[in-house]
């Protein structure tokens, strides 16, 4: 197959992948077919990531690395095109939520990013004024790709407090939240999750003015996001973490247990059935 689009190598870290994917398969006098043959993948991926259909995935770059002999080349490429995937504002937090062994996160409105099913986070997308389908498709992209930081073998641990307001929240139709809340189940099973309910009847004001989160190394909180909007803040101020600290224990003092938070969460995945 033969590359049906002009690509600027200048134009983005994609497309400086796929013209330097293509430059070397030609040079090297290889069909698309061939390469894909020799990489382990489909002559259809390898056309799609030259055409910018597709962006490569870790696995895919170090292929194309070990092919023509060089090191750290494509995957540097593919890592330049993952943070450019990442909205600016959250580029330094996300670098530290990757970095870190432990990150603690509060969630008095919505369920964490990191839970959320697609269909949840595209009901919260679409609810925003003056967005298109094209924006709400890549948002839902960024934030399932963001998820990948479970699914690593060496990932952080995730402490993960929400407000049970959360849980009542209609977000999108009732089927919506019964899969939402089913997903927050599997994921409370997870080796590297604990997830913890306040309840009302904690009575505890602490936190409702907004979510936030702290990455800790080696036991020390270096790296806070703060929610707001229309755009988060990730800090490293050292004030504002000492702050931080004292609430997300008067937190987790007013949590309920995780087995009952589990129960919690499990009567009101069944009351929106």
Not at 36 to 59: C, H, K, W, Y
Not at 218 to 247: E, N, W
Request: with cysteine; proline share 5%; hydrophobic share 40%.
């Amino acid at each position: 197959m033969s590359l049906s689009v002009n690509i600027n190598p200048e134009d983005s870290p994609l497309a400086r992948f796929a013209y330097e994917l293509r430059t070397r398969r030609l040079e090297a006098g290889l069909t698309q077919r061939q390469f894909a043959r020799r990489i382990g993948f489909s002559a259809s991926q390898v056309a799609m990531v030259e055409t910018l259909r597709r962006n490569p995935d870790e696995l895919f770059a170090i292929a194309c690395d070990k092919e023509f002999g060089l090191k750290d080349h494509f995957t540097g490429m593919r890592r330049a095109i993952k943070w450019e995937m990442v909205p600016e504002h959250y580029r330094d937090w996300r670098s530290a939520e990757e970095r870190a062994d432990e990150v603690h996160i509060w969630t008095p409105m919505l369920i964490s990013g990191l839970f959320q099913t697609e269909a949840y986070a595209r009901s919260i997308f679409e609810d925003e004024p003056g967005i298109t389908s094209e924006e709400v498709d890549a948002r839902v992209h960024r934030r399932m790709q963001r998820q990948k930081l479970l699914t690593r073998e060496k990932g952080p641990l995730i402490v993960s407090l929400l407000d049970e307001g959360v849980l009542h929240r209609p977000v999108g139709s009732r089927a919506v939240m019964r899969e939402q809340l089913d997903h927050l189940l599997t994921m409370a099973a997870h080796p590297r999750v604990t997830l913890r309910v306040v309840p009302y009847d904690s009575y505890s004001m602490v936190g409702l003015a907004g979510g936030f989160s702290i990455a800790y190394i080696r036991g020390a909180a270096y790296v806070v996001y703060l929610d707001s909007s229309p755009i988060g803040r990730t800090l490293q101020d050292r004030d504002v973490i000492s702050r931080l600290l004292p609430r997300w224990n008067a937190l987790q003092a007013a949590a309920l247990p995780v087995r009952p938070s589990i129960r919690k969460i499990t009567e009101m995945r069944d009351a929106w059935t």
